[in-house]
């Protein structure tokens, strides 16, 4: 296997359609208040993992949670994944802080994150 390996899976997304009932919902899960607090955006930091809350599932339409897997190299890991077989279903683009993400689909629908912070 060729290039470069993740980091794992840091960032979990979950579409909700209700973002205050929800925040008390992961609140109370996670056993923290959120870092992020925002009306299109809900994020809590968690035994290193990043959980963050979509309201209607964003301009990309989630409807199911996505879990991102951090790259050090966004484009070359699109490139790989893409060759062996997965749709770009989001290109890279930044989102803030340096902070590049980007989705695929396998070739059953699964959508797959990618996401390199810089």
């Known amino acids: 296997m060729t290039g470069s390996a993740t980091q794992g899976i840091k960032t979990v997304l979950h579409p909700v359609s209700d973002l205050a009932t929800a925040k008390a919902v992961y609140a109370a899960l996670l056993g923290v208040p959120p870092q992020a607090d925002e009306s299109y955006y809900v994020g809590f930091e968690a035994g290193g993992q990043h959980i963050g ?4 599932g964003g301009p990309q339409g989630m409807t ?6 951090h790259v050090p190299d966004i484009e070359a890991k699109l490139a790989e994944v893409t060759a062996a077989g997965a749709t770009v279903k989001e290109p890279a683009h930044e989102v803030g802080g340096g902070r590049l993400v980007a989705t695929v689909t396998d070739p059953d629908g699964n959508v797959l994150g990618l996401l390199q912070d810089r």
């Open 53 to 56: 809350l979509v309201p209607g």
């Open 64 to 69: 199911a949670p996505v879990a991102y897997w």
